[in-house]
Nanobody, 116 residues
Framework: QVQLVESGGGLVQAGGSLRLSCEAS????????MGWHRQAPGKQRELVAV???????NYADSVKGRFTISRDNAKNTVYLQMNNLKPEDTAVYYC??????????WGQGTQVTVSS
């Protein structure tokens, strides 16, 4: 099993920045993909950014140029640097990892609120 602990959410004004962190523990040797999804009230959960163990990265079009995902394999941690935040970025952000088996584990979620 993999356990995920997220941190870094909060309240910020439009144009501001936040950095989310997610540390994995447990069966970390089998983790392939690490990433972030988000879910706004009344909407479906959507992909924000993912990074593979080989360093390949994919972003949602809505965050390209503003968000940066990175990964520290030595610390088993994935980060999401969010700049130029917009009110539409308000959501619960969920860290998640996918193991080589294809099994996905979700974090508990962290709230990000952007005021206009």
């Amino acid at each position: 099993q993999v356990q995920l602990v997220e941190s870094g959410g909060g309240l910020v004004q439009a144009g501001g920045s936040l950095r989310l962190s997610c540390e994995a523990s447990g069966s970390i040797f089998s983790i392939n993909v690490m990433g972030w999804h988000r879910q706004a009230p009344g909407k479906q959960r959507e992909l924000v950014a993912v990074i593979t163990s080989g360093g390949s990265i994919n972003y949602a079009d809505s965050v390209k140029g503003r968000f940066t995902i990175s990964r520290d394999n030595a610390k088993n941690t994935v980060y999401l640097q969010m700049n130029n935040l917009k009110p539409e970025d308000t959501a619960v952000y969920y860290c998640n990892v996918v193991r080589a088996s294809g099994f996905r584990t979700w974090g508990q979620g962290t709230q990000v609120t952007v005021s206009s």
